[in-house]
């Protein structure tokens, strides 16, 4: 389904990606891991065409959409979330999921975007809250409703962007059962970044790791969580080693 070939990105004298190659297969939940500054959400929004890469490409689904811009990108078939999440604070819960169901890939009829958006409202959790404004959601409601919008537009593919960062033990456990739901009632192919390592080894099928910006290690979570190279990253020789 997608395919990135050698990306390359710098930020001034940064290089945030160096020679980045993967594919994801449709129907796959990938993880994709690495410490803080390893190119995670560079290569999101490399994907998603926030950031053009200077190097490289991104195939989609058989079509080349490098430099393409964010919203060609969504109207393909590609959703994502962010690590910060960005509602519209002065809208309502159901607002913003109707916003992105017309500006998505399907629905042009304000009333059918909104029964849409009722339905994802409800599907996340959120209908108690739907005509409270995004600013009153707590961390966990938010996150949420940044899944409803982004599944709002219709995607084949959707990027998770930490959706377990800030999250409390019973909150995680939720949204890992609604990732779970995603997958079964959807059919959509997830990419996830993630830092909650527990909840992502449980919910990936296959990781891909990243540090200062190339691809170092990839595989099944049991084999990455064994690897020593990225054990070292994370934790440090000691206790790759040890």
């Given at each position: ?198 909840a992502l080894m449980e919910t990936c099928e296959r ?36």
């Amino acid at each position: 389904m997608l395919q990135g070939i050698n990306i390359t990105k710098r930020f001034g004298g940064v290089t945030a990606l160096r020679n980045v190659s993967f594919i994801v297969n449709a129907g796959e939940l990938v993880g994709l891991i690495g410490p803080n500054g390893s190119g995670k959400s560079t290569l999101f929004s490399v994907i998603s065409g926030f950031h053009p890469p200077d190097e490289g490409a991104v195939i989609f689904e058989g079509r080349t959409i490098t430099g393409f811009p964010s919203h060609a990108v969504a109207r393909l078939g590609i959703a994502r979330t962010f690590q910060i999440v960005r509602p519209f604070t002065g809208m309502t819960v159901i607002e913003n999921v109707r916003v992105g169901a017309l500006y998505g890939r399907g629905e042009r009829s304000v009333a059918t975007a909104d029964r849409r958006a009722r339905e994802l409202v409800e599907f996340v959790g959120l209908r108690q809250r739907a005509d409270v404004p995004a600013r009153n959601l707590t961390l966990a409601e938010k996150k949420r409703l940044e899944i409803a919008r982004a599944l709002s537009i219709q995607p084949r593919l959707l990027l998770l962007d930490e959706v377990f960062a800030g999250l409390n033990p019973a909150e995680v456990r939720s949204a890992i059962d609604l990732i779970a739901r995603i997958r079964r009632e959807f059919g959509v192919t997830i990419i996830m970044v993630e830092h909650v390592l527990k909840a992502l080894m449980e919910t990936c099928e296959r990781v891909i790791v990243l540090s200062s910006g190339e691809k170092i290690a990839e595989g099944a979570p049991a084999e990455i969580a064994a690897d020593p190279h990225v054990v070292s990253v994370y934790l440090g020789k000691a206790y790759a080693t040890g």
